[in-house]
């Protein structure tokens, strides 16, 4: 049997929910993790800092047109 998304999804709905849990852990290791970068991470920093001091453009304040 060949192994599809729609497959797994079909086994993922079929497990004992008391072991979801261990699928979850064995799942997650086959998603690869992202690092930020540290430009990323200053970016973020200087972002909730202008957030803080209220300098930012509320969603209503955007023209979407």
């Known amino acids: ?3 599809t998304r ?3 999804r079909e086994i993922i709905d079929v497990v004992d929910v008391n072991e979801l849990d261990i699928l979850y852990k064995l799942l997650i290791k086959f ?3 992202v690092e930020p ?3 990323e991470i200053e970016a973020i920093r200087l ?5 803080r001091r209220g300098e930012f ?3 209503d304040e955007i023209d979407w047109n």
């Open 57 to 59: 453009v509320s969603h």
């Open 31 to 33: 998603i690869p993790e």
């Open 47 to 51: 972002g909730r800092e202008e957030i």
């Open 1 to 3: 049997m060949v192994a």
């Open 6 to 8: 729609q497959r797994l």
């Open 37 to 39: 970068l540290p430009d």
